[in-house]
C-alpha cells in the first residue's frame, strides 16, 4: 500500500513538473541551455553546438539552427544516448531556403547525448570531459548523457524551443 502511494505521488509530482514547463531556450555563445517554468530558469544545462559558427542554412553546413522551434518527439532508439527531434526546418527556415535558392535547407536535428559508439568504448564521463571542449555535432545539442536522461524525461512532446546567437 505505501508503494501504491509513493507511486501516485511521484506520477502526481512528475505530470505537474511537466504541465507547468515553458519553454526550452538555448544561448548559443554561452553554450547554456535553461529549462523555463512560469518564466523562471528552473534548470540550466552546458551544451556542445554545431561545429561552425552562424544560422543554420543549409545541409551540411554543421550549424545549429537559431529561431523558434518545437521540440516534436523523443528518439529512444538514437545513435546517440537518447535524442529529442527539433521541427527544423520550420516555415521560416523553409521560406528563406526558397528565397535564396537553397535546394536543402536540412534536417534531423536534435537534442542529444553522446554518441553511443564512442560511449561504448571507454568512460562516459571521461569522454564528456573531452567532448565538452569544442562544439563537435554537425547542427545539433548535445548535452552530457546524465543531462540528457534528465532533460528527456523533463520534457514532453510539444515543447517550445527557442535557439539564439
Not at 19 to 42: C, F, Q, S, T, W
Not at 145 to 160: A, H
Request: proline share 5%.
Amino acid at each position: 500500500m505505501r508503494s501504491l502511494f509513493l507511486l501516485f505521488t511521484f506520477l502526481l509530482y512528475s505530470t505537474s513538473v511537466l504541465a507547468a514547463l515553458d519553454k526550452v531556450v538555448v544561448y548559443k555563445m554561452k553554450r547554456k541551455m535553461h529549462l523555463i517554468e512560469n518564466g523562471e530558469i528552473i534548470k540550466s544545462y552546458p551544451v556542445m553546438l554545431g561545429q561552425s559558427y552562424g544560422k543554420k542554412r543549409r545541409q551540411g553546413d554543421n550549424k545549429t539552427p537559431e529561431g523558434r522551434y518545437v521540440i516534436d518527439w523523443h528518439n529512444p532508439n538514437s545513435r546517440f544516448y537518447l535524442s529529442l527531434h527539433i521541427n527544423y526546418p520550420n516555415q521560416q527556415d523553409r521560406e528563406y531556403a526558397r528565397e535564396k535558392g537553397i535546394a536543402d535547407p536540412g534536417d534531423n536535428i536534435f537534442i542529444h547525448g553522446v554518441p553511443k559508439k564512442v560511449f561504448n568504448l571507454t568512460d562516459p564521463e571521461r569522454i564528456y570531459q573531452f567532448l565538452k571542449l569544442e562544439n563537435w555535432t554537425n547542427g545539433c545539442i548535445a548535452l552530457s548523457n546524465k543531462d540528457m536522461k534528465e532533460v528527456y524525461d523533463l520534457i514532453p512532446d510539444g515543447t517550445v524551443l527557442e535557439i539564439f546567437p
